[in-house]
Each structure stands twice: as structure tokens, then as C-alpha cells.
């Protein structure tokens, strides 16, 4: 596995989601495609707590202590739990946009990381650093994809015109 590919692809997503997020007014961070989906500003505190609690924790945990149970996560728990429609939506992007860079100045410092350490998930089997690493460039691309979709959707519930001209959604 190239690690550095994939680091670099992270720190490449933090512009990409940049570009996304930035400049969106309140009625569309807000607006939900479908009461049971996240909107733009719930996915951005997601992001946030993920970049901390999860992918980055987990890969630390398995790097310094491959016998320690890596720290629990409520991702979905989290919305109400942390009351991410309550947050500002420009503080939590600002913070989210830190934390990647914080990352990726930890990805880059790591001298010779034993990514093929690994801990035994009781649900999922083996789960080492690299496969973390690995899953945190999908879950990046997923989000990007959810954002993309949402905003998409958004633009055809606002403009009230069809959007077959575009091209196949």
C-alpha cells in the first residue's frame, strides 16, 4: 500500500471540501434533502468529529499500543448528542479544515509507522493502521459524494427547473 498516495490525497480532499463548503448561505446548509438525511451542516460537524475521534485516533491507538482497544465512537449518536444543527456552520468548517491540516502534519511526522499493526475487532475481524488509513480516504470520498449529491439536490428543489440538460444525476 503507498501511504504516502493516500496521505497526500488527504490533504488534497481539505481543498476539495474547501471548495464545496465555502460561500453557502444558511438555507442551504440547512435544507435536507429528506428529514431522515443530514444536511450540509450536520455532515460538516460529522467530518469534524471524525477527523478527531475517529480515523486519526484509531490509527494513533493501533501505532502506539496494537493490544489497546482503539477509543469508542457514536458517529450517528453524535448529531443530537453534540447538537450539530445548533452549531455555527462557519466555525465548525474552519475547525474541521484545522483538524485536516493538524492530520496531515501528524501523517507526515510519523518516522518508519508500523502500518501493519492491527487490533481484533469483535464485529469485523482484523483492522490494522493501514486499512484505517485507507478508510479514511473512502470515508472522505463518500462525504464528498453525499455533499455533492445534496447541493445538487438542493439546486433542483430551489430552481424549479429540470436539469436533464446537465446530464444523467
Known amino acids: 500500500m503507498d501511504t504516502s498516495r493516500i496521505i497526500r490525497s488527504l490533504s488534497q480532499n481539505k481543498n476539495v471540501y474547501g471548495e464545496l463548503l465555502s460561500g453557502i448561505f444558511n438555507e442551504e446548509y440547512l435544507w435536507k434533502p429528506h428529514q431522515d438525511k443530514w444536511c450540509l ?12 475521534y475517529d ?5 494513533r491507538s493501533l501505532l502506539n499500543d ?9 458517529p450517528s449518536g453524535w448529531v443530537k448528542s453534540r447538537k450539530y444543527i445548533e452549531q455555527d456552520y462557519e466555525t465548525v468548517l474552519k475547525k474541521f479544515l484545522n483538524e485536516r491540516d493538524n492530520s496531515i502534519e501528524w501523517l507526515l511526522s510519523l518516522e518508519d509507522p508500523k502500518w501493519k499493526n492491527e487490533y481484533i475487532h469483535p464485529q469485523f475481524g482484523p483492522m490494522s493502521a493501514e486499512f484505517f488509513l485507507s478508510n479514511w480516504l473512502a470515508h472522505d470520498y463518500l462525504h464528498i459524494r453525499q455533499i455533492v449529491r445534496t447541493r445538487y439536490q438542493y439546486l433542483q428543489q430551489i430552481s424549479g427547473m429540470s436539469l436533464q440538460y446537465a446530464g444523467e444525476w
Open 41 to 52: 451542516l450536520e455532515i460538516v460537524c460529522h467530518l469534524f468529529d471524525e477527523e478527531q
Open 66 to 74: 496494537p493490544a489497546a482497544v482503539p477509543p469508542p465512537i457514536d
Open 55 to 59: 480515523f486519526r485516533a484509531r490509527i
